[in-house]
C-alpha cells in the first residue's frame, strides 16, 4: 500500500494528488491521507516547521496500517529527513524525486509559487549537492491555495513563468515547486521542455 500523505489541512488538494495518482498507477493501493492538524497551505519555513509534528504521527500511523511506501505530498520535503528515521519502509519527498529526475536532463529551473519558498527550495536543492545543475528557483506569485481555488487563472500564471525561465535560463527542465500543481504539466501538452511534477516523479520512483 502507498499513502500520500499531505501536511496541509486542506482536504481538496490530498483528493487531487490521490485523483492523479490512482491514474497514474490503477492497480495499486493507494490511500492520501490529509494532516488536518497542520496549517491550511505551507509557504516558507515557519508552516513548514508548524506542520512537522502532526505529518510524523500520521507517518507512524500509515506505517503501523501497513504502508509499504510513503509518499510526503509538499514539495519542500517538509519533514522528510524525520520520516525516513522514524519508519522502516521507504519515504519518498515529491520535491527530491523532481529534482532527481531534473537532473537526469540537465540543467533546470524550478517554478514555485510565493517568493517566501524561495530559501527553503534552495536549502533542499544545496543539500542533495544539485545548486551546480539548479539555473535559478523563480516565485510565481501563485498562493498555493489558488491552485486548488482558482485553477483557471494560477495554472496560466504558472506557465507564464516557466515560459520565462525556457527564454532566459538555458535550461533543459522545469521543476514544478508545489504540490498544487499536479494539472500544470496537462494544460501545456506542447511546452518547450520536460514539465516536471513531483507527485509523478515519486510515483516513478514506486515502480522501479
Not at 183 to 199: E, K
Request: hydrophobic letters at 45%; charged letters at 15%.
Amino acid at each position: 500500500m502507498i499513502v500520500i500523505i499531505n501536511p496541509n489541512s486542506t482536504a481538496a488538494m490530498t483528493e487531487t494528488l490521490l485523483t492523479t495518482a490512482r491514474q497514474m498507477c490503477p492497480d495499486a493501493q493507494i490511500e492520501g491521507w490529509t494532516s488536518h492538524d497542520g496549517p491550511p497551505a505551507i509557504q516558507g519555513p515557519q508552516d513548514g516547521a508548524a506542520c512537522i509534528p502532526p505529518l510524523l504521527k500520521l507517518v507512524k500511523k500509515a506505517y503501523d496500517a501497513g504502508a509499504s511506501v510513503i509518499i510526503i505530498g509538499c514539495f519542500d520535503d517538509t519533514g522528510l529527513t524525520e520520516a525516513r528515521a522514524l519508519v522502516p519502509c521507504p519515504v519518498i519527498g515529491i520535491g527530491q524525486a523532481a529534482y532527481d529526475k531534473a537532473a537526469q536532463l540537465g540543467r533546470f529551473s524550478v517554478v514555485t509559487t510565493l517568493a517566501v519558498s524561495i530559501p527553503v527550495l534552495e536549502g533542499n536543492i544545496a543539500a542533495l549537492g544539485l545548486t551546480p545543475l539548479c539555473a535559478r528557483v523563480r516565485a510565481s506569485g501563485v498562493p498555493v491555495l489558488d491552485l486548488d481555488t482558482d485553477p483557471a487563472t494560477a495554472i496560466p500564471r504558472v506557465l507564464a513563468e516557466a515560459r520565462q525561465a525556457v527564454a532566459e535560463d538555458d535550461i533543459s527542465a522545469i521543476v514544478l515547486g508545489c504540490a498544487g500543481m499536479v494539472d500544470v504539466a496537462a494544460n501545456a501538452p506542447d511546452f518547450p521542455v520536460p514539465l516536471i511534477d513531483g507527485l509523478r516523479a515519486a510515483l516513478e520512483r514506486t515502480m522501479q
